[in-house]
């Protein structure tokens, strides 16, 4: 079995066209074809706010010590 991974562009009458490399022996073969969009490179993407991932502990807590009450329940 053999992997091949292709980008290619689906016409409007549905239809791909793929070369597939030289180690592929002519003959019957099974295919599975996986459809993943690809990402239009000519819009911009906005990373992530990563101060809106942090913050999941009250602000009222010392991360510090969040940390070692933690260990220390580990520890038990």
């Known amino acids: 079995m053999e992997t091949i991974r292709q980008g290619v562009t689906v016409t409007s009458d549905r239809k791909i066209e793929v070369t597939l490399p030289e180690s592929?022996?002519?003959?019957?073969?099974?295919?599975?074809?996986?459809?993943?969009?690809?990402?239009?490179?000519?819009?911009s993407v906005q990373p992530p706010n990563f101060k809106?991932?942090?913050?999941?502990?009250?602000?009222?807590?010392?991360?510090?010590?969040?940390?070692?009450?933690?260990?220390?329940e580990w520890n038990r």
């Open 24 to 43: 592929v022996q002519p003959g019957r073969v099974e295919i599975v074809i996986v459809l993943q969009p690809i990402a239009d490179e000519s819009v």
């Open 52 to 72: 809106e991932l942090l913050g999941f502990l009250p602000k009222r807590v010392d991360p510090l010590e969040f940390e070692r009450q933690i260990r220390n």
